[in-house]
């Protein structure tokens, strides 16, 4: 990839290495932070080199007669004005200059805008506008005409206020192991922003756990059920649980979009789910969901940056298989310390989902001792 931002730009923090010196890089970072049990072999999974984003945020810079996107300096000094991402996708990439523009020209879409989001799917894109001022009836028309240029979906956010055009959220199709499967994906909710990776995860998982017998699958922080649809064909059932409404709402739509019947979602946090197959308390959001009649023989968590807590560690521990993704080395080594007291690590796998960046999201899968 080249960019002319390289350097300056804080968001490529590996700039100054090529693709392969970046793998290498971060192959040896792995071996040397999970050195602490034997790993013969740390699968990779590389990227696109460019216009793999399919989701980006920028700040917006103003001066006197223009504006322009904007990112953090790599020396912290402030914003950095910039004119293209090569990082996002293509359909971003295009879009960005020609929407600038439309937003230059028209001072009720320009005046107090302070940050423009992208995300894109395979056919559409839906773009965000933040801003620090009401939105009114003004704003909406000048945005209809703006979303309509551009054949787009556009979302305006101001302080407890959305005001979309043409809709919240994209219609993505991944394809995993010959099959295609379909997601609508919200404005605001979180969806891994590497399509192409992101089908190999799957898929990766997929075919990691062929071979252990399997029953039924208990999955943690599911989303809007990016993993929970296509592994749910390769075992009885499936229980997926999430706290956000707006996500538990995405996969159950999702799930009927697939016809993927054996599922079913709950929002409860890992907390809450630990206590009710514990016994310890009963949730109303559990009323229509028999808890045990399940025959859990995988978990599949897929965290956020600060891992799993301590309570959440000891249950994932009662299960025979583990899948887990994560997306913090740091979180990662220190849960599986504790994990390999139990469970061994079979597979170990780096998805490069943020090429010139030092983020590394990784896969383990663990077997009972």
């Known amino acids: 990839m080249i960019c002319e931002y390289f350097g300056k730009c804080g968001s490529c923090t590996l700039y100054n290495l090529n693709y392969e010196e970046q793998k290498r890089f971060k192959i040896d970072y792995i071996k040397e932070t999970f ?84 995300l894109s799917s395979t056919d559409e894109i839906l773009v965000t506008l933040l801003y620090h001022k009401k939105l009114d009836n003004l704003w909406e028309s000048a945005a209809a005409k703006c979303a309509q240029t551009f054949d787009i979906k556009l979302i305006g956010r101001s302080k407890n206020v959305k005001v979309h055009v043409g809709g919240d959220f994209v219609k993505e199709r991944l394809h995993v192991r010959g099959k295609e499967y379909f997601y609508n994906i919200y404005e605001g909710s979180f969806s891994q922003p590497n399509r192409s990776v992101n089908e190999r995860m799957i898929e990766w998982i997929s075919l990691g756990i062929l071979d252990a017998p399997r029953a039924d699958l208990l999955e943690l922080y599911c989303g809007h059920g990016n993993f929970t649809i296509p592994l749910s064909s390769l075992f009885r059932n499936a ?85 887990y993704i994560s997306c913090n080395p740091e979180t990662l080594k220190r849960d599986l310390i504790e994990l390999t007291k139990t469970h061994k690590v079979t597979r170990f796998a780096l998805f490069d989902q943020f090429p010139y960046t030092r983020h590394i999201e990784s896969g383990v899968i663990l077997k009972e001792l």
């Open 35 to 118: 050195n602490f049990f034997e790993m013969e072999k740390f699968e990779w999974f590389s990227s696109a080199k460019e216009h793999y984003r399919s989701r980006a945020e920028f700040m917006v810079y103003h001066n006197e007669k223009n504006i322009s996107y904007a990112m953090h300096s790599l020396d912290k000094s402030g914003k950095l004005p910039i004119a293209n991402c090569p990082k996002t996708d293509k359909k971003i990439s295009d879009l960005m200059p020609k929407l600038l523009t439309c937003i230059e020209k028209n001072d009720i879409l320009r005046k107090n805008l302070f940050g423009i989001e992208f």
């Open 239 to 323: 229980l997926a649980t999430e706290i956000s409404k707006t996500s538990i709402s995405a996969a159950k739509q999702n799930a009927k979009l697939n016809d993927a019947q054996n599922i079913e979602f709950a929002r409860l946090s890992a907390e809450e789910l630990t206590e009710a197959l514990e016994g310890k308390r009963e949730f109303k959001r559990l009323k229509n969901i028999e808890l045990f009649s399940y025959d859990f023989t995988h978990i599949l968590i897929d965290p956020p940056r600060a891992g799993l807590d301590v309570a959440s560690r000891e249950f994932v521990k009662k299960f025979k298989n583990i899948i």
